[in-house]
């Protein structure tokens, strides 16, 4: 079967992990620091936080931005659930903004609406979190113009875009954001097994996350609420987690980002072939805005709803891991159960009816992306 997605491991990756195996560290030692000036220091961002998933990343983010209850988090309900779960394990409620209909992103008109109506009920939320849909980023500067308006913080989940750019600068530089945040997990861009960073500007918010992330404990004595007993002294200063990513998995993760800009130009250049060889077909092919280079997480055709199962199957019969890019959030019985309806925001409903990811991953074969697009030819010519 060829998978959707696919980490690619090559010996010098194997190698370092073993390095980190055969040291005196296998967490929290000295590659996990460089391992986070690498990814700040790629996206151009002051400081990063490395956990052990994009979840964790979410969730230590929210926390740090002071959500909790009586807070509303909006975020797209065309993503990963983890994008709103984020919200409710802080205690805060969540809602939705309804994509834009061809790329899939967050709709800023429908957001600068749903925030004036939410002026007025006095239920504007503390934060958003623009989804960087499929690798592309959101309009950042016009949520961020927003955020000015109404006083919202901006959290970017880019988990698909790590490698990707908006206007000229790499995601993550959040030069229009509080906080981004990536995820290692195998089918993205860079992997580190499990594994999610945070970046930011911002020096208290990524001293806030980094004592989140192992157990809200300092050894730093400024950081105490008294002086040390002895030079053994720790303190919890507030309640975290364990949420820390391992030195092996930073060695990973370190080998892994020295390849992601030829990863990144792999996959851009199999979006290309895929938009070239699938134009006379009756589907709807991936859409980039001006201001975004994608970095093609996902590439993620739209076919007639009624034909997408048959479809999908025709493609796993064929061997070829078709896959589906989302169940919108709110659809979800969970979410149902919070008191979401079918219909709630028909443009992700619309979008997710339809859509199928093809495979793309950086070693993906162009023999094997002919054989997915001679099926696609042959089902629907
Ligand atoms: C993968 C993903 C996450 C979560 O990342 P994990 O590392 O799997 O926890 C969050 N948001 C989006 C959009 C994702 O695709």
Redesign the pocket.
């Known amino acids: 079967m060829i998978p959707y997605g696919r980490q690619d491991i090559r010996d010098e990756d194997i190698e370092a992990v073993i390095d980190c195996l055969r040291s005196d560290w296998l967490t929290q030692g000295p590659l996990l620091p460089r391992f986070e000036e690498a990814v700040a220091a790629y996206c151009g961002a002051r400081h990063a936080v490395a956990v052990n ?6 969730h230590v983010a929210c926390l740090a931005l002071g959500l909790g209850p009586g807070d509303w988090l909006w975020t797209s309900p065309l ?2 659930v ?2 709103a779960n984020c919200a409710l394990y802080c205690g805060a409620r969540v809602d939705f903004v309804d994509i834009e209909p061809e790329s899939g992103l967050m709709s800023v008109a429908r957001l600068a609406e749903k925030l004036a109506t939410a002026e007025r009920s006095g239920s504007l939320p503390k934060i958003v979190v623009p ?1 960087h ?1 499929a690798g592309a980023s959101c309009d950042m500067a016009a949520i961020h113009e927003l955020a000015q308006r109404y006083g919202f913080r901006i959290l970017e ?1 880019a ?2 875009a790590l490698g990707g750019r908006y206007r000229g600068e790499a995601v993550g530089c959040c030069r229009y954001s509080d906080v981004t ?1 990536f ?3 195998p ?2 861009l860079i992997t580190t097994g ?3 960073m945070a970046v930011t500007n911002d020096a208290e918010l990524a001293r806030k996350m980094a004592l989140l992330r192992s157990h809200g404990i300092t050894r730093e004595p400024a950081e105490m609420a008294e002086t040390p007993e002895g030079p053994w002294y720790y303190q919890q200063v507030m309640l975290g987690f364990n949420y820390r990513l391992t030195d092996i998995q930073a060695a990973l993760g370190l080998s892994q980002l020295g390849r992601l800009d030829e990863y990144v130009a792999r996959r851009t250049a199999l979006a290309e072939r895929y938009a070239a060889l699938l134009a006379d077909l009756p589907i709807a092919l991936p859409v980039c805005p001006e201001w975004a280079v994608s970095a093609w ?1 996902l590439y993620l055709i739209r076919v007639a709803p009624a034909r997408r199962r048959e479809l999908f199957e025709t493609l796993r019969a064929a061997g070829i891991g078709a896959q589906v890019h989302y169940i919108p959030v709110h659809r979800h019985p969970y979410y149902q159960a919070l008191g979401f309806r079918a219909g709630d925001f028909p443009n992700a409903e619309a979008f997710y009816a339809g859509a199928l990811s093809l495979p793309l991953f950086p070693m993906l074969s162009e023999a094997e992306q002919d054989r997915i697009i001679a099926v696609l030819q042959e089902n629907l010519a």
């Open positions: 998933s994009g979840t964790a990343a979410l993503t990963f983890a994008s989804v849909f989940d988990a698909h945040i995820s290692f997990h089918v993205k499990e594994g999610g997480h």
